[in-house]
């Protein structure tokens, strides 16, 4: 008889390990076994808990993203400036180590062809580009534009780091260009 309380601990356990072996593998082609054997359990638990690989995937991504979202609010306690907040929690250590941008990676390209990804991913493209609109409303001539190019640039970054791992401090060269934009903008 299975203990009581072990289901959202082996949850856990099995999206850990997805984003583990995605992050280790590089892309998603990595079988339920595999998973299940970095979570310390058979595959048979993993499709008990999930269902398939996809369901897995899925429930990785929605981590992540919780993940993000905490990080975005941690930081929004430490830095004034909710844009330079953002900036700074997309490029957390938590976040931008080479495993979890791999598995970000990854689930972009799921999101190509699972319409429940494309969705996660659509939702989080979507919170992003407000979240830093609003933050940037009386700062810039365009907050909308300018909220698009960071989050194309966070995107670019992530994409460099997933191939070639920079050395570079990512936040500081968003922020930096985002001071250029906030310069180029006429103060009322």
Known sequence: ????GMEPI?????VKATIAE?????????????IA????????????????????????MRYLLREFRQEVLRAYHAFPDRAEAIIRA??????????????WMAFYVQAQTNPAARRLLSLY???LRSNLTHSLRGQVADPAE??????ALIDGIYIRRALAAPDTDAAAQVLSLLQVLRAATPQT
């Open 22 to 34: 995605v992050g280790i593998h590089g892309s998603l082609n990595v079988s339920v076994s595999q």
């Open 10 to 14: 082996r949850r856990d356990a099995l």
């Open 90 to 103: 997309s490029f957390a250590k938590t976040h931008f180590d080479p495993g979890t941008v791999a598995a």
């Open 1 to 4: 008889m299975p203990k009581i």
């Open 125 to 127: 493209q979507r919170r």
């Open 146 to 151: 300018v909220a698009d190019v960071l989050a």
């Open 37 to 60: 054997k970095r979570a310390g359990m058979s595959s048979a638990l993993a499709h008990h808990y999930f269902g398939g690989k996809d369901q897995i995937f899925l429930a990785a």
